[in-house]
């Protein structure tokens, strides 16, 4: 429903305007009071069925409870992920498949078919596991962790398929849609249906639903590192995005970043997620989708910390989990060259073997490509960054080079220090609660943009820059954010010589600012009308505060 605020009633008119007719007004005033009567009984009667459903799915709850056990129905529950407490047969599943001993993959392969006429290219996994010592539970010996419960990352040393063979067609869904055709405008090649309103997918599930459409090649090249991967992550941004980094006549570089993890875990352990800080990489293909000239798929390994995991010790999703972060070396997928057809036809369409059981493979030549327009790496890395975090619109500097910024600029630092990166995947805590709400608001951004200096930083980087003694400039910067740091995440306004003038912690800014469903409900008219999202609010006011403890101590 719109609201029309006081002075934008529309365009004026020639002269005084005439006093309006009181009829029609009353007669609409009327007309709108009857649409909220008939809102409000449409919502009671919503409410009163939603309430009946709801003591029935409970009353079905807890008779199963009873028939089952907590981690009997805690099973039962992962496997049933339309919720209705009926295992369909597609659901029963990969428990059928494990008991068997059918291979899982298989039913994937169906939907990629080989055609032998069509060019075929090889696939690569380089995988090294991840450093035990690079998580945080690694400081205290993994004291009370159970084994059990990192097994399944103990045991997972090599790619699940160490080469593979995909047709060149498979890699039709990176090309850009119909019409698109501009370099760096991002598309979804799978979208995502995550917000901080819909909140997040069941951590309590073992096996991946399986892949429609365009998932079915993104599921099938991530099985190649573990069998088990989720195309759509727990957490938002979930999916997959691309754009287009070159054009020549006949082909396209593709770059993508896709959001995905894997659950390392079966039956009868509990469910362990590994989610690498995000999949980026690069295709090059015909614009028919009929050659692959290359392809690369990786984990970025250039920070510290890189992976996010989470599990489960108990049969409560929401209060039986353990977090931490660790480093994983290298998780990348590579082409070993470009597509080839696997058989020739010569000029009167007999066929010609390519690969002849006696001698060498037939050596093919590739045409040189002809860029006719290209874009930067870093430029298309940023372009797809702020398609998955519209909070990047503003620029968020490396930690020391921010504050060579603020000096030459004489503007203050907005700093996040946090535990797990800000801008992927691997930091579930409540930088990602931030980033999806008070930090992508267009008066934040706007704010952020003209008055501050944006960073963040992991705490371990700046752990090792205060250890570092080569540079005293960056230990004093580093000393003096840490002094203020509390767990998880910390929100702070520094000065150029690297004061801190304010900070907030994020759970304390949460705490405060979180709404609770009874003050929404209570609140159902008078909300849309004076509607400002608190969080942003509060924001707001601790930047202000920055600025007016912050301004006065700069250089004049
Ligand atoms: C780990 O590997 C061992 C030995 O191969 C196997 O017995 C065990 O079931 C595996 N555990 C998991 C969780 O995969
Ligand atoms: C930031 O400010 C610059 C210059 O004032 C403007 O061009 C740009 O669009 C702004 N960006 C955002 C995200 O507000
Ligand atoms: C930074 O500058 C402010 C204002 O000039 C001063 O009060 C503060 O002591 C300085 N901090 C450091 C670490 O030099």
């Known amino acids: 429903m719109g609201r029309v605020r006081p002075g934008e009633r529309g365009p ?39 309430r009946h ?51 899982p993959a298989a039913s994937y392969e169906e939907e990629l078919p080989l055609d032998p006429s069509e060019e075929t290219l090889t696939i690569e996994a380089r995988f090294q596991p991840l450093i035990p010592e690079s998580m945080t539970k690694s400081k205290d010996g993994f004291l009370g962790v159970s084994r059990l ?50 909140g997040y997918l069941s ?29 759509k992550t727990r957490f938002a941004p979930q999916g997959a995005v691309a754009c287009l980094t070159a054009i020549s006549d006949f082909y ?20 362990f997620w590994f989610s690498p800080g995000q999949f980026t990489g690069h295709i090059i293909l015909s614009k028919d989708a009929t050659h692959v000239r290359d392809f690369r798929l990786f984990v970025p390994n250039h920070r510290s910390l890189n992976v996010d995991m989470e599990w489960l010790y108990g049969a409560s999703e929401n209060s039986n989990m353990e ?47 002809k860029w006719q327009q290209e874009l930067s790496w870093e430029e298309a890395a ?45 930091c579930h805590c409540s930088g990602r609660t931030l980033r999806e709400t008070v930090l992508e608001s267009s008066p934040i951004l706007a704010l952020l943009n003209e008055s501050f200096i944006s960073t963040w930083s992991l705490v371990r980087e700046l752990e090792d820059m205060q250890n570092n003694q080569e540079n005293p400039s960056h230990k004093k910067l580093a000393d003096l954010h840490l002094e203020k740091y509390s767990f998880p995440v910390e929100m702070m306004i520094c ?36 509607f400002e999202d608190p969080s942003t609010a509060t924001y707001m006011q601790f930047l202000k505060e920055g600025l007016r403890r912050g301004l006065p101590l700069l250089q004049p």
């Open 252 to 271: 396209y570089t593709v770059m993508f970043r896709i959001h995905a993890e894997f659950q390392l875990s079966e039956p009868p352990d509990f469910p």
């Open 53 to 103: 459903a709801e003591a029935q799915a409970a009353a079905r709850q807890e008779s199963a409870l009873k028939s089952l056990g907590t981690e009997g129905l805690f099973l039962f529950s992962s496997l049933d992920t339309d919720r209705d407490l009926y295992i369909s047969p597609e659901e029963f599943k990969p428990i059928a498949e494990k008991l068997t001993g059918s291979a």
């Open 149 to 198: 419960a990192l097994s399944g990352l103990r045991n997972w040393t090599t790619a699940a398929l160490p080469s593979a063979v995909f047709a060149a067609r498979h890699f039709r869904p990176f090309l850009p849609p119909r019409g698109q055709v501009e370099l760096g405008e991002p598309w979804w090649i799978i979208p995502s249906e995550l917000s901080v309103f819909t």
């Open 382 to 426: 940023r372009r797809l960054e702020v398609a998955m975090y519209p909070f990047k619109k503003v620029a968020y500097l490396p930690f020391t080079e921010a504050f060579d910024q603020a000096k030459a600029k004489n503007k203050l630092v907005h700093s996040i220090l946090l535990w797990g990166a800000l801008d992927d995947q691997s």
């Open 12 to 50: 004026p008119g020639p002269g005084p305007a005439p006093p309006p007719p009181p009829a029609p007004r009353r007669a609409r005033a009327l007309a709108l009071l009857g649409a909220l009567v008939a809102a409000a009984a449409a919502v009671a009667a919503a409410r009163a069925y939603a």
């Open 323 to 369: 977090v931490d972060i660790g480093y994983i070396p290298q998780m990348e997928l590579e082409a070993v060259g470009p597509s080839v057809p696997s058989v020739i036809l010569d000029e009167e369409g007999n066929v010609i073997d390519s690969r002849p059981p006696s001698g060498e493979p037939l050596q093919f030549v590739f045409e040189e490509i």
């Open 495 to 530: 000065l150029p010589n690297g004061t801190v003038v304010h900070h907030i912690n994020a759970n304390y800014f949460l705490d405060i600012t979180s709404m609770k469903p009874e003050d929404i409900e209570n609140n159902v008219f008078s909300f849309s009308s004076t």
């Open 203 to 231: 951590n309590n599930r073992f096996y991946p639903p399986p892949p429609k459409g365009k998932e079915v090649i993104i599921h099938r090249l991530l099985s190649m590192f573990h069998p088990r991967p989720f195309v």
